[in-house]
């Protein structure tokens, strides 16, 4: 399982110090970590019922609530002025395992604690097979305003490698109800899986289309070391996919999503309309603060960025001796921020300016544009936007815009 950064120990009592930044605007993700079985490609940090250690369902909710409790207090000590959230991310795991009983106790102490600002965007990821018509009105009832549903293929032989425990039908009915529920729909979907051809991935973009979602996610299926993906790829029961192929998924996303109506504005994200972008997902990309909760979540706060501690038996024990679960920590200096800005906003439609960048950074653009890799005429008027090509070899476009 991915393991998390290495930083200076975070103290017991939470304490964030002050850098002084100029206030973003502030969001709050709370991480799940519970899946029914683990599907053979993922590693975020997620447990099945026997790898627990004795962890409830019920009780890690009673965690997570006295931790957003805890964030309250060190604010408050601090003199930081509440801001209420302005997204809410209720990421996992799979956080529709819970009640939706408990999820609505969750979002009351982030609206108690920090408050949830009017037309806020509240979002839940969902496993098709975890919700009902009746669980996604209990859910919108409870204030969430958007669901992101983990379809990743509409193939069942694609899924079957995948471990999914769905079937493509469970996404057409779980958008259906969501959609009766007055909520906002995602769709998240995995492209080169093992085997897969282009023309199961177009099958599958067309059947994603045919959901008329309000947004879809594409993720290039990324081989996780110590996953039972990868084993299997070792011993050479299935194939990885070549980078080729995986650029021409993408490129074929993109064109489909694009013939459909659907507008990229972040490498891996298309949204119906502007007002369909997931905001809480871009505020990453923009460098705003939020705060994570639960086992492994991250935070940034002001120029300070920090991670809890992994498993939830670890969690649960912080919490219970009131101390908070941050494990470690970083203070980004100026030059760390100036990278930050480069390496997450290139990401995104808008890109960056071109006056933050160095002089280094400014006599690398000439050749880049030449690779086709930006856009020339954004590059006149003054920021740096990734081309198609170019969002395909984002990393590498970093690399060269921030070496000296
Ligand atoms: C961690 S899951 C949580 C949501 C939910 N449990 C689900 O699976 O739908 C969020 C998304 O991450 C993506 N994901 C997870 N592991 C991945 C990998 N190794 N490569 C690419 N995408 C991955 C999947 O598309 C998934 O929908
Ligand atoms: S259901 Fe989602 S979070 Fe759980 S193992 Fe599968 S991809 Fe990971």
């Given at each position: 399982m991915a393991s998390l950064p290495r930083g200076e120990v975070a103290p017991r009592d939470g304490s964030i110090p002050s850098v002084g930044l100029p206030e973003t605007s502030f969001g709050v993700y709370l991480h799940i970590p519970f899946c029914t079985v683990r599907c053979g490609y993922c590693d975020f940090n997620t447990?099945?019922?026997?790898?627990?250690?004795?962890?409830?369902?019920?009780?890690?909710?009673?965690?997570?609530?006295?931790?957003i409790e805890l964030a309250e207090r060190i604010l408050a000590n601090n003199g930081t002025p509440r801001r209420p959230a302005a997204t809410v991310f209720i990421g996992g795991g799979t956080p529709t395992l819970l009640p939706e009983g408990d999820i609505a106790r969750v979002l009351d102490a982030v609206r108690s604690s920090f408050g949830i600002a009017d037309g806020a965007e509240v979002t839940i990821e969902a496993n098709p097979d975890t919700v009902n018509r009746e669980s996604l009105r209990a859910l919108a009832d409870s204030g969430i305003t958007r669901v992101s549903v983990g379809m990743q293929s509409a193939v069942p032989r694609v899924l079957e490698i995948l471990d999914r425990t769905h079937d493509p039908e469970s996404v057409a009915t779980a958008i259906a109800w969501a959609k009766e529920a007055g909520l906002q729909t995602s769709v998240d979907l995995i492209y080169g899986t093992p085997g897969e051809t282009l023309d199961e991935w177009r099958a599958t973009l067309s059947a994603a289309i045919a959901l008329e979602t309000d947004h879809v996610s594409a993720y290039?299926?990324?081989?996780?070391?110590?996953?039972?993906l990868e084993r299997r790829i070792r011993r050479g029961e299935?194939?990885?996919?070549?980078?080729?192929?995986?650029?021409?998924?993408?490129?074929?996303?993109?064109e489909v999503l694009a013939g459909a109506g659907f507008e990229w504005y972040e490498v891996s994200n298309w949204a119906r309309?502007?007002?369909?972008?997931?905001?809480?997902?871009?505020?990453?990309?923009?460098?705003?603060?939020?705060?994570?909760?639960?086992?492994g979540a991250h935070s940034h706060l002001n120029g300070v960025r920090w991670w809890n501690v992994k498993h939830p038996a670890a969690y649960a024990e912080r919490i219970s001796a009131g101390e908070s679960p941050a494990l470690e920590r970083e203070i980004l200096n100026a030059d760390q921020r100036a990278d930050e800005v480069v390496l997450l906003g290139l990401r995104v439609r808008d890109g960056i300016a071109l006056d933050g960048l160095s002089q280094a950074g400014r006599t690398a653009i000439a050749g880049l544009i030449a690779d086709g890799l930006v856009e020339g005429p954004q590059a006149i008027s003054g920021?740096?936007?990734?081309?198609?090509r170019g969002r395909l070899l984002a990393d590498f476009v970093v690399r060269t815009i921030l070496a000296d």
């Open positions: 447990y099945t019922a026997t790898e627990l250690r004795g962890v409830t369902r019920e009780s890690f909710v009673d965690n997570l609530i006295s931790e290039s299926l990324i081989v996780e070391e110590g996953t039972a299935l194939e990885a996919i070549d980078d080729d192929t995986h650029a021409d998924m993408y490129e074929l996303a993109d309309r502007a007002d369909t972008r997931s905001r809480h997902n871009l505020s990453y990309w923009q460098g705003a603060d939020w705060w994570g909760f639960g086992p920021r740096l936007v990734l081309t198609s």
